[in-house]
């Protein structure tokens, strides 16, 4: 595939892996510094990268993929981007640019087929998944299902917003399926006076269950690893805090 590109569309195609890559450390990192509605954003969205101008008052800025583009951007550049569309390594289409209102750019979303190919072009590995890895969103969850054990995690904000994780990630981690029990559980409290509720006057929730206790316990060294931002107790230091208040 890669001897199907010329210099001009190998280049745009590491301008957007690069470009790709500073969204997706820029995603991981919202709900740390507090920007709930970025760490919620579904992948379909935020990959999505503006490709142009923006203009505001500080006058014309170039849009992140554009610089990284640098003296390739020309009249041509929708022509490179369609060839690299028509292989399949990315996909183009005019939006309004988030936060920008009224101003319309084309946006380039790389595949995992470009992903791919990009990693290759760079002569980097793909990502390799070690025994008990998971995504950056369940191990979010299960660190805090394991943190709130008995109490549960409680939407507090609206929308299932449980413990700082989607609701689709919460659908797909109470559901059993054929490789494993569900992780987690749903719970249901009455809502005391002056909290929100939802149906009922209730307020909803998900709790750890001893599956997801085991998981948590045997992926922990794993993934502790992987995502160090993540503040996952160790599950062995817990249980031996628990053994001393047992002994006192």
Not at 37 to 63: C, K, N, Q
Not at 121 to 129: H, I, Q, S, V, Y
Not at 152 to 161: A, T, V
Not at 166 to 188: E, H, I, N, P, Y
Request: glycine share 10%; with cysteine; hydrophobic share 30%.
């Amino acid at each position: 595939m890669s001897d199907d590109l010329n210099e001009r569309q190998r280049r745009y195609l590491l301008a957007a892996y690069k470009t790709d890559q500073a969204y997706e450390e820029a995603h991981k990192r919202a709900f740390q510094r507090g920007d709930y509605d970025e760490s919620r954003r579904p992948a379909s969205d935020w990959r999505a990268m503006a490709f142009g101008v923006l203009h505001g008052i500080g006058g014309a800025v170039p849009t992140m993929l554009r610089n990284e583009c640098k003296g390739d951007v020309d009249e041509g550049s929708g022509s490179t981007w369609a060839a690299l569309e028509r292989r399949e390594l990315l996909s183009v289409k005019d939006q309004e640019v988030r936060y920008h209102p009224g101003q319309i750019l084309p946006h380039i979303t790389l595949t995992p087929k470009g992903r791919k190919l990009a990693r290759e072009l760079k002569g980097d590995k793909a990502p390799t998944k070690q025994k008990g890895e998971v995504s950056r969103s369940t191990w979010k969850a299960l660190v805090a299902g394991w943190i709130a054990g008995e109490a549960g995690l409680w939407d507090e904000r609206g929308g299932d917003w449980y413990g700082g994780v989607s609701g689709d990630t919460w659908l797909m981690l109470t559901r059993r399926t054929k490789q494993r029990a569900a992780w987690f559980t749903d719970v249901q409290r009455r809502a005391a006076e002056g909290q929100p509720a939802s149906f009922g006057g209730f307020q909803y929730g998900v709790k750890i269950t001893p599956a997801g206790i085991a998981k948590y316990w045997d992926s922990w060294e794993v993934n502790r690893a992987k995502y160090p931002d993540i503040d996952a107790p160790n599950p062995r230091m817990r249980t031996r805090e628990q053994r001393e208040q047992d002994d006192d």
